[in-house]
């Protein structure tokens, strides 16, 4: 609030135009919520207690089950609690994340839940055993977590939405056989988990559901027929129905992918190839007001995603956060060398301390755009993130050469000690952070090495390999790599990945000679004539007429030899 009088104030004198700058990550008390450890005590308990409340319907899917006894609540809650100690163990950087945890335990409880409105919904149709147990919608959250969080996740969710169904579905063991519960829910988890592996469009999901579904098929018929067979009910039937459910689970969860990406602030690979359209309006506009910006975003974001695909990182993540990673200067295109007239530098009349804050202006202009024009809250983290808290130094040695010669024009009384700048590292670097995730630091270096890459002369394999060592050892001893999890393997990786990439970028190509051209427009075999390429294109355009000639005056002049007439 009292910021705000602030600036209606120096607005009145003229000294502010009112408007403030995009704020990335606005909303404290939400991003409280999103990582504090009471939040993902509240969403903890609330997974036990919907478990509980599971239990409990679980025994109303039909008429005369039993009320569930202190026995199933305590095993229930095991199962459960299991579940959480699970979690923290083996995924702990996803546990930091309290929506991640939402995400996971309401993937499970929703599982459990479409599963007893499965089962109710069968019983209601007279089917049972395998029939019925098939029928449940076995894939729904390894199917959900696998896509969203990996196939890490995707297991977790398998393995466990499988122990809680079997818990929950324990009232109605009389029509549906425990064991046969657990070995269908445990194949068809994994068998999802397999077949869903990088899903980069959205119709692999309904494939994905279409590999499972005749798989649950196929697992039915066995059970049917192991269990005796029957004839209550048809063929069709006992394989049709889990068929159905496969194809079905993989179109719904396709159809809730994006609702639950923006609810829970995951983006998924499918949705990073959406993001990666190159005529979004942003891209549009770089690519006219700043086409030597565009052009240096296309080659980062090459380096960026071959060296995401060799660390096992988010490729297709590298490549669209690197298209917009430099979006900020457009609006001053013409300050950065790229897009720079060589025969107008407007840094000429600008001092190097103003050189340096409007290059460094360009990460908060960049910010300001993504966030208007709704980009995704990763691109805009490594818009802030790729300079880090690097320093300018170009304009820094400027300023030091700068103040050097104020000293010493002080030293023979030509200027005075008030006139010496004071010049110091802070104002030169960037507003940071440092990159915080493996995709950022990627990007960030990449940004370094293909800046750096445009001055070498005559590039082979050596002076690449030594500019990129050169570059990711400066950023390791400024700090910048210090808060990312790169290891030393994966960024020695990272290294051989950018110099393959540049060298094959930069190779030398052949230099052609110009083709010589037959002149004989007399058609005198002795008259043949070698003219340059220029030559006989300036004959065609006067429309002289060349006559063939002889084959033996051709080998003559390609054996350079006398004509007949010297013979």
Not at 13 to 38: I, N, V
Not at 182 to 192: E, K, Q
Not at 213 to 238: N, P
Not at 281 to 307: C, D, F, K, Q, W
Request: aromatic residues 8%.
């Amino acid at each position: 609030m009292f910021e705000s009088f602030r600036r209606a104030q120096l607005q009145r004198e003229g000294l502010s135009c009112g408007k403030t700058r995009r704020k990335h990550q606005e909303g404290d008390l939400f991003d409280l919520f999103r990582c504090h450890p009471a939040g993902r005590g509240v969403v903890i308990l609330f997974y036990l207690v919907v478990v509980g409340i599971l239990l409990r319907l679980g025994s109303k899917v039909a008429d005369g089950l039993t009320v569930p006894g202190a026995l199933n609540w305590l095993c229930a809650g095991a199962v459960a609690t299991a579940a959480v100690i699970h979690l923290f163990i083996s995924h702990r950087q996803v546990v930091e994340d309290n929506r991640a945890v939402m995400l996971i335990m309401g993937s499970i409880l929703m599982h459990v839940g479409l599963v007893l409105v499965a089962l109710q919904f069968g019983i209601a149709q007279g089917w049972n055993g395998g029939t019925l147990v098939l029928f449940l919608p076995h894939a729904f959250a390894p199917l959900v977590l696998s896509v969203m969080l990996g196939r890490r996740m995707g297991v977790f969710g398998a393995v466990h939405s499988t122990l809680l169904g079997a818990m929950v579905t324990m009232p109605v063991s009389s029509m549906v056989n425990p064991f046969t519960f657990l070995a269908s829910s445990a194949l068809v988890g994994f068998l999802v988990i397999f077949v869903s592996d990088s899903v980069r469009r959205r119709h692999r999901l309904f494939t994905a559901g279409l590999w499972v579904g005749a798989a649950a098929a196929i697992f039915s018929l066995l059970l049917y027929q192991a269990s005796g067979g029957g004839s209550s009910f048809s063929w069709g039937v006992v394989a049709g129905a889990p068929f159905v459910t496969g194809i079905l689970t993989g179109m719904v969860v396709g159809g809730f992918l994006p609702v639950l990406e923006t609810l829970f602030g995951v983006t998924t690979a499918v949705s990073w190839l959406e993001l990666a359209d190159l005529n979004h309006p942003l891209m549009r506009r770089l690519s006219i007001e700043a086409p030597g910006t565009y052009h240096h975003s296309l080659v980062v974001a090459n380096l960026a995603e071959a060296a995401g695909e060799a660390i096992g990182a988010s490729a297709t993540m590298c490549r669209v956060c690197a298209y917009f990673h430099d979006i900020g200067k457009l609006s001053k295109p013409d300050y950065f060398i790229e897009n720079m007239d060589p025969a107008e530098n407007p840094h000429k009349d600008l001092t190097a301390r103003m050189s340096a804050l409007v290059l460094i202006a360009h990460v908060k202009d960049g910010v300001d755009l993504a966030i208007k024009h709704k980009l995704n809250s990763r691109i805009i983290d490594v818009i802030e993130q790729h300079h880090g808290t690097s320093l300018v130094w170009y304009f820094y040695r400027q300023a030091l050469d700068h103040k050097a010669e104020v000293l010493r024009l002080v030293e023979e009384d030509k200027a005075k000690e008030d006139d010496v700048p004071q010049v110091t590292e802070d104002v030169f670097r960037y507003p940071g952070p440092r990159p915080q995730f493996r995709e950022s630091a990627i990007i960030s270096l990449a940004d370094a090495v293909e800046s750096a890459s445009r001055t070498l002369e005559k590039p082979n394999a050596s002076r690449i390999e030594s500019l990129v060592d050169d570059i990711v050892q400066a950023r390791m001893l400024d700090g910048q790599l210090d808060e990312c999890d790169l290891t030393i393997s994966e960024l020695a990786r990272v290294k051989a990945s950018f110099g393959k990439t540049l060298l094959s970028m930069m190779h030398n190509r052949i230099k052609y000679t110009k083709e010589p051209t037959v002149s004989n427009p007399t058609g005198n075999p002795d008259s043949v004539k070698v003219i340059s390429k220029d030559e006989a294109v300036i004959q065609a355009m006067a429309d002289v007429e060349l006559a063939p000639v002889p084959m033996a005056a051709k080998r003559r002049v390609n054996k350079k030899l006398p004509p007949a007439s010297a013979a």
